[in-house]
């Protein structure tokens, strides 16, 4: 086995041999040697912290003592680690767990599926589980969404870009506007521009010359994650659901990424108080491990046996992991301590919004927040919305954070939002020193943009 003593050394061996999509590394260029919590180690002996968190896998962070114990648990065990859907009782124990963790309306109803171990597999069973149940084709979507790379899935997508080159996705998906107050769609903003995107929508539905053929299914995330931590107000997600209910519309809510705690809820849909009929999980559920199921309402359960399958929707050990996350973040009381230590990183963030000059809004909930980049030399554009991204500030402030040992993503239109996904376990002071770097590394990034700008002029 080869072992390099420097980040390099494997950036470079890794840029020869992996594929020309990978992604992360061009913008975090580390070598991860250890991890523990939220910080990791590269193999310089640098310590980070970790606010990206395995883009909000990590719900404990990085090798946790209850996920350990879980591991060595179904070794010492010998439990079986690979069963297909065969069921266990680590398999039972888990599902246990995760219905006592949704709301009572919810679970009383609930059957799940297992799924591959990836979230976008699970999206692609609830689309065929909607379109079976309805006998329906089209799927409504939103601007701004993202439900993974998989073909069905990147269908669903906002983003255009990882989709322009790829010929054929699946047809009939419609998009709808999501309320995004910084940028409204409609160029109004605020609670009217709320209202009119759910007139419009609404109308949309009913409008017998709309275009749109009666639909399987709408999915939607209520806090849009890699469309820039945009979360949707509690008043439209209820509206959403009563339009979808009326109208039979199954409604399916992505909580790969919000799910377990992330929000300051337990579930995201929990803030607005509805009942979804399907449920998408993944990343956090499989404390650290692949795992990624459907839970949905029994009404729905109308596909043949095999209509959809995995080799890998039997990992025992995430199931165990998993099972030990959920409980952790309950006995913990975990979703509260997020809510608290959201609130105090964004009311930090605010203040260097107040103290620099890029930053056009800092949103999010719990421990999902969002820092938008722009440019304000530009106050407004011509439908109204406001300051314009500004990309290569965004990446600046991103490098200079990741100089000082501070690991953040980007995201959002023209990858122009800081996206802070940190560890549920973060505790207070390690939020005041996340902010501490980033109010530098914003002051730093703004002089340097603005000192090659004075070097061009």
Known sequence: M???????????????????????????????????????????????????????????????????????????????????????????????????????EFAKKARIQFCGPSGSDAVEAALKLVKTATGKRSMLAFQGGYHGMTHGSLSLMGNLGPKKQITGLMPDVHFLP??????????VGGKEGCEIGQTYIEQLLDDPESGIVPPAGMIMEIVQGEGGVIPA????????????????IPLIIDEVQTGFGR?????????????????????????????????????????NPGAHAGTFRGNQMAFATGTATIKYIKENDLVIHAE??????VSQLRGIQAETNCIGEVRGRGLMIGVEIVNKQYVVNRVGQNDLAH??????????????GLIIELGGRHNSVIRFLPPLIITADEIDTVSTIFLDAVKQAEASINSCLVQEV
């Open 2 to 104: 080869t072992y390099y003593s420097k980040n390099e050394q494997y950036l470079d061996s890794q840029a020869k041999r992996e594929s020309n999509a990978r992604s992360y590394p061009r913008r975090i260029p580390i070598a991860i040697r250890e991890a523990n919590g939220i910080y990791v180690t590269d193999v310089e002996g640098k310590v980070f912290i970790d606010c990206l968190g395995g883009a909000g896998t990590l719900a404990l962070g990085h090798n946790h003592p209850v996920i350990i114990e879980a591991i060595r648990k179904v070794l010492d065990d010998k439990l079986p680690l690979h069963t297909l859907d065969l069921t266990t009782p680590v398999k039972e124990e888990f599902v246990e767990e995760l219905f006592c963790s949704l709301p009572d």
């Open 178 to 187: 999501f309320p995004y107050n910084f940028r409204c769609p409609f160029g």
């Open 233 to 248: 107000p509690d008043m439209w997600v209820r509206e959403i659901r009563r339009m979808t209910k009326e109208k039979g």
């Open 263 to 303: 929000t300051g809820k337990l579930f995201a849909f929990e803030h607005s108080g509805i009942t979804p009929d399907v449920v998408v999980l993944s990343k956090a559920i499989g404390g650290s491990l692949p795992l990624a199921v459907v839970v949905y309402n029994e009404d729905l359960d109308t596909w």
């Open 340 to 345: 608290d230590m959201g609130s105090r990183l």
């Open 391 to 404: 990309p290569k500030l965004a990446s600046r402030i991103q490098q200079e954070c990741f100089k000082r």
